[in-house]
């Protein structure tokens, strides 16, 4: 007897940030046919016109910079208490410096938004 659909012998399951064989085998022959052909892709974006080559750049830096999310600075300023009251709660004896760069983050802060 087998086991069950959504079973597995494993209990801890498989590791957060774990690829499966599909993905990685397919990230792998990606990045395979994109190193053979290299010399050939910047070929044919030398042929691009300007704006379309702006385009192509824009599109490919999506996929290899970090998204970046708006913040306001109060969402920031309420984010950087929460890290000081953390800090305060599991970091007694190292907390006192690491709370006070971060108050004084936090100063520099709520001044650049009041003037």
């Known amino acids: ?5 959504g079973q ?3 209990r801890l399951g498989r590791p957060k940030g774990a690829r ?6 397919l990230r792998k022959w990606v990045d ?3 190193n053979d052909n290299r010399q ?5 974006l030398g042929k691009l016109e300007p704006r379309d080559r702006v385009a ?8 290899v910079l970090p998204k970046q999310q708006s913040i306001t600075v109060e969402a920031q300023i309420q984010a950087e208490y929460k890290e000081i ?10 907390g006192i410096e690491a709370v ?6 936090l100063n520099r802060l709520s001044k650049r938004e009041h003037e």
């Open 85 to 94: 009251e953390r800090l305060l709660d599991n970091m007694p004896e190292y």
């Open 40 to 44: 050939l892709f910047i070929s044919d």
């Open 8 to 10: 597995t012998n494993n």
């Open 1 to 5: 007897m087998g086991l069950n659909k």
């Open 56 to 63: 192509m750049f824009e599109k490919l830096l999506q996929h």
């Open 32 to 34: 395979e046919l994109l």
């Open 20 to 25: 499966n064989k599909i993905t990685k085998d």
């Open 100 to 105: 006070t760069e971060r108050l004084i983050m």
